[in-house]
């Protein structure tokens, strides 16, 4: 039973009457009557009231949506009584904070079901986080005639909406296609190098290398002819998507593991638009999601289902067990992409006495979600110029302890990151570190560069 407004109304309105007792007898006898009449009217009320007992709540299936985009999440909910009163009053929807409910406010619906009948309810959902956001019940509140009073009853109504990975990045697609087209496209590479494909023969130009020269071709047809190649298709591509700890630090108002993901979708559609194959391999102790042999226009809806429901483990991640898996999956050459934060305390002790292992056969590029604060704190150094009176007395005084502590700080953990970049290149690796907004970008162009190249 739930007590509403008019309820605490009417006890309040027992003043008058408890004031006016001791005119006509005790003066506890008007406090009593009047509180006769409360309960009386609450419990009148109250068996008046329709049963949320006979409601039968169903929802309907929500189809997945982005993070930050609108999403209505309908329910049904049925009179299963032949007979009986209507049920009047309210109904929450129960979505969690991160569901981002905006209407109506806080999910609460007015409620006029009568017996045998049906109503549909609609909550207009717009999600603050990524992943499966779960409701699991609604609550009914059954208000009698008198508004006094109300039964409420808490009925089962599981569901979920998934919130996809928003793929902010995409925006960067078009330039990335336009620069692989230039590659890969109506010009082809002219010029002869390790891992490309031949494309086609055409007439000798000045400056062409002699060792493209196809002398069947020139005997054919009397004139100088070269092959022309271009970047090699069909090669692998795996992404490996470190979910362990390092992965649950914060850039801005995101995980790491957020804008790593971005970047893999960027990547994952400019490599399928190449004619490559991408897997995605999602693991810190023990494998989170993998994706096999998807190719585009499938690629992208698969990455993204498989990647919605990641979250940072607390664990370390287990490069050896990496190491095992990337063998089993890639038994040639590929190239592979490591989306892992280069962490000087973690990567040391676990990625980089396995890292050799890995460049020895495939092409490895490393991505890291640097973080732009640690540049704003080494930049917080502390002034001490100055003229005159003003300048010696700061002398005097000194710099701001605090400052220059936190620049210290700062300039230690940047030159720990790039000697530990450093030994990441001399293993044979390509790195990109760069903050959430310039990783997808770069890291598609470190790919192109390696394709152009033919390393891969």
């Known amino acids: 039973m739930a007590l509403t407004g008019r309820w605490v109304l009417l006890v309040a309105l027992g003043v008058v009457p408890a004031a006016l007792a001791p005119a006509v007898g005790p003066w506890w006898s008007g406090v009593v009557a009047w509180a006769v009449v409360v309960v009386v009217a609450t419990a009148a009320d109250v068996a008046l009231a329709g049963s949320p007992r006979s409601l039968e709540v169903r929802r309907e299936e929500l189809p997945p949506v982005r993070l930050g985009e609108p999403v209505e999440a309908p329910l049904v909910v049925l009179s299963t009584a032949a007979r009986g009163r209507r049920v009047r009053g309210w109904l929450r929807d129960a979505w969690g904070p991160s569901a981002g409910v905006t209407s109506p406010p806080g999910g609460r619906h007015r409620l006029d079901v009568p017996a045998g ?25 059954s208000v009698g005639p008198l508004g006094l009073a109300a039964r409420q009853r808490t009925l089962p109504a599981p569901g979920r909406v998934r919130v996809l990975p928003p793929f902010t990045s995409r925006r960067h697609l078009p330039a990335a296609l336009e620069r692989l087209r230039t590659l890969d496209g109506s010009a082809s590479v002219q ?63 995101a995980p790491r593991l957020d804008a790593a993901m971005d970047a893999a979708l960027l990547l994952a559609a400019l ?80 990625l980089l006495p396995v890292l050799s292992t890995l460049t020895a056969k495939h092409a490895v590029l490393v991505g890291s979600v640097a973080d732009p604060a640690l540049d704003a704190l080494a930049e917080e150094r ?75």
């Open 117 to 141: 009948e049906r109503r549909r309810l609609v909550t207009h959902l717009r999600p603050v986080r990524r992943g499966d956001r779960p409701v699991a019940a609604v609550v009914v509140r």
């Open 271 to 350: 490599a399928g638009a190449a004619g490559d194959r991408v897997d995605l391999l999602a693991v810190d102790r023990e494998v989170r999601a993998s994706v096999v042999g998807q190719r585009p226009p499938a690629l992208l809806p698969a990455l993204v289902q498989a990647m919605a429901p990641l979250e940072p483990a607390l664990v370390e991640a287990d490069w050896p067990a990496v190491v095992a898996q990337v063998r089993r999956r890639m038994p040639h050459r590929g190239l592979l992409v490591l989306l892992t934060p280069l962490e000087a305390a973690a990567a040391e002790a676990s």
């Open 382 to 456: 502390p002034s001490t110029q100055g003229a005159g009176r003003r300048g010696r007395a700061a002398r005097a005084t000194g710099p701001d302890a605090t400052d220059a502590y936190t620049a210290a700080a700062g300039e230690r953990t940047r030159l720990e990151r790039a000697a530990l970049t450093a030994l990441v290149r001399q293993a044979g690796a390509a790195v990109v570190d760069a903050g959430p907004e310039q990783l997808p970008p770069r890291l598609a162009d470190a790919y192109l560069a390696l394709k152009a190249a033919g390393r891969l």
């Open 191 to 253: 010029v002869r190098g390790q891992g490309t494909e031949f494309d086609s023969l055409r007439e000798w130009v000045d400056g062409d290398d002699a060792r493209s020269l196809d002398w069947r071709a020139t005997a054919r047809r009397g004139t100088p002819v070269v092959r022309t190649w271009r970047p090699e298709r069909d090669r692998r591509v795996l992404v490996v998507l470190d979910t362990s700890r390092t992965s649950a630090a914060r850039t801005g108002d």
